[in-house]
Each structure stands twice: as structure tokens, then as C-alpha cells.
């Protein structure tokens, strides 16, 4: 953690759920930015396993694996332990005491019309076990743990995709309703910082997502790489290498273009399909080189801390300790704010 926080903007959290390993979605979207605000604000970065457990409370197999993924995926995309802290959700158990403190003064029908929690819950009892229970008591408390996450450190902002932002409504509610109830001005109302990226398609023009097959991932090789950009879709609509071409109805090749090249090389693969000059297979091969290229240091630093595990441990266990720190101070003033009888 970056110790001097004086001349910082303020302080951030932001988690993400184990899911496997990240994407270039993910890294446009998400990772990207997290790397340019840890040299801005003071932020904390952490796995959220519990919320995981949430839905996937009964496969939990990979759980550990899937973890120690996103960690190895947020260091090679650049975030950097110097600046940031990386901890995991259930290596705090302050967000679990203030958890429970928060689901006492939440109303039931807040998190009941919840929307993102409502499309979640509907995923869950579509295609499942009928004689299985598919919505929890913890599922419904979703976003209360995540108030809580985001309360335990008292934060300012929360970078998150637009589907999150919610969620961070019901946080901004439940810290009004606490500071009301305890007549305390303790919590400040964590505002959301959208992510602005556009969404990165999937090769096939679909969602990118992993269970699609569609996805590149940071941890992918070259060569797989290159295998994958190839089967983009391009303008479908184009049957001869010398057709003139239509970079607009290029569903996903030139998108690619756009979110990797500069403008420059943009402009000039324009021109060139357009003129017919440039076939869609050559195209896509200079595409992947050009992805492979800014993978390249990414990939070197993922490869590192692989092969050094140990030092993975160390940075988990340092952020672990720093976000304790950071959320233990955070709640002594909770504790006396509610009137809990202490020692
Ligand atoms: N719900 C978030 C997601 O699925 C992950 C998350 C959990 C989170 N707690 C958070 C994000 C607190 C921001 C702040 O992406």
C-alpha cells in the first residue's frame, strides 16, 4: 500500500467474483482502469469469494484456483501491490461483523426489488435441480454484503460496469438509513465511477464469456491467440479477397482494431478494405500480432508470478493485513455508533 495517502483524490474499493480467468473484456472494461486509478486514489482491490458462495455455494472445487486467478490476472494487467492492496473478501472478518450489523437495519423489500439481484435470482431457477433450493437467505443478502464491503472501508468511490451500480444505490440507502438511525454522520454515501469502455464482443460477435468459447483470455498464449482472432467474424457480406470491403459491417474484426490499434494503423486498414486491397484472413493476422504485441509484457509479468507463488502469497497476505488495518478502524466507530457493549 502506498503509505503516503495525503495527496490522493480519496479512497476506492472494488471486487470482483472468482469466475474463472479474465478476458480481454474484462481487461478493457475493468483492469485497465483499476491500473490508472492506483496511481490516483488509495484503493483496495479484492477477490469476493463470498459472494461467490452466494450461488455456487455447492461447487466449490475450484474455488481456490479460481481466486488465486483473479490475483495472477490483476498483477500481470498491471496493478501494482506498491500502490494497491489485494486482499480476499473472507480474509475480513470486520466485513462480516458489518454485515450483520447492516442486514438488521435493512428492509426486507429493498433487497427484494433489487433488479440485478431479480435477473440473477431468475438465471438461477432457470435450467436448475427443481428439488433444489436455488435462492438463499445469503443470496438475498447480496447487497448487503457488498454494502458492507464497501462500508467496512468507508470509501468514496466504487469503479464498477453499469450492472453493479444498483447495488451501490442500495449501499448509498443503507448508509443514509445507519447515519439516520444512529444519528451519525460516520458513513459517507460511496458514489459509483463508471466504467466507460465500451463492451468487447466475443469472436463470434456474441457476448464475449467463457462459457461461450469466444473469449480471449490474458493468460492465453500466442499462439492461441492468434487461432482465436482468426475465426472473428468479419463483413459477412464480402465473398472475394479483392471484393471491395466494409469495415462498418465488420462485426468484429475492426471493433478489435479500434480497442487495440492506434489510429493511424485504424485509418489505414479502412482504407485498404475498402479499397479491396486487403483480405479478411491477412487482416486478421495483423490484427493478432497487434494484440499479441500489447499482451506481450502482461503475459511476462502473469508467467512471473506464476512461477513465483510464494511471492503471490505475500502480496495476498500483506493486502489482507493493510485492508484489516484500513476496516478495523473503520469499525470501532461502528461498534460505538450502534451502541455495542464493548470492553
Ligand atoms: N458484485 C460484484 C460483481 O459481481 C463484485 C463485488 C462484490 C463488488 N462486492 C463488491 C464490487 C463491492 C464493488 C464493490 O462484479
Redesign the pocket.
Known sequence: MSTNTANKKGRI?????PTGRLHLGHYLGVLKNMVKLQEEYECFF?V?DW?ALTTKFDCTENLVEDTRNVVLDWLAAGIDPEKSDIYI?SHLPQTAELHIYLSMITPQNWVERDPTLKDLAKMLRTGEDETKPNVSYGFLG?PV??SA??LSFNVDY????I??VA??EITRDIARRFNNIYKTELFKEAKPLLTTTPMLKGVDGQKMGKSFHNDIKISDDEETTTKTVMKAITDRSRARRDDPGHPDKCEVAFEYWKAFATEEQVKKVQQECIAGKRGCADCKRELAAIINEQLKPIRERRKYYEQHPEIVDEIIKKGDENARIAAEEVLSKIRKAVGMFQL
Open positions: 474499493i472494488t471486487g470482483m467474483r479484492f469476493a459472494h473478501q447480496y454484503l457488498m464491503d464497501i466504487v469503479p464498477v460496469g450492472d453493479q447495488h451501490i
